[in-house]
């Protein structure tokens, strides 16, 4: 499966921005599908996953109630929408995909990574 993450962006402190992910390649549907992040200097981490029926999510502690992560099985697509930023959300965005896991919490090594998109918070 190929992932493609977009909808990056340059955006001021306490904005919004809506990130994207197209699969290609296959059905995403029966996988378990996430977002993970890395800043410049620091290690990649994760931000958020959420299960194939999308009734399952789990967020880091550093996104959680500003993050919400979805799915449209449907356009074989997975979204983030990301509220209230700050600057130490800037990183690059990366989606992930697993299909050997089958909820939230499970999503540490993913099987396939897409391409990052930047997202940039000014103060």
């Known amino acids: 499966v190929q992932l493609q993450a977009s909808g990056g962006g340059l955006v001021q402190a306490g904005g919004s921005l809506r990130l994207s992910c197209a699969a290609s390649g296959r059905t995403i549907s029966s996988d378990v599908m996430g977002w993970f992040r890395q800043a410049p200097g620091k290690e990649r981490e994760f931000v958020a996953a959420i299960n194939w029926s999308g009734d399952n999510t789990y967020y880091s502690d550093s996104v959680k109630g500003r993050f919400t992560i979805s799915r449209d099985n449907a356009k074989n697509a997975l979204y983030l929408q990301m509220n209230s930023l700050k600057p130490e959300d800037t990183a690059v965005y990366y989606c992930?995909?697993?299909?050997?896991?089958?909820?939230?919490?499970?999503?540490?090594?993913?099987?396939?990574w897409g391409q990052g998109t930047q997202v940039t918070v000014s103060s």
């Open positions: 992930a995909a697993d299909w050997r896991i089958t909820t939230a919490q499970q999503m540490r090594a993913p099987a396939y």
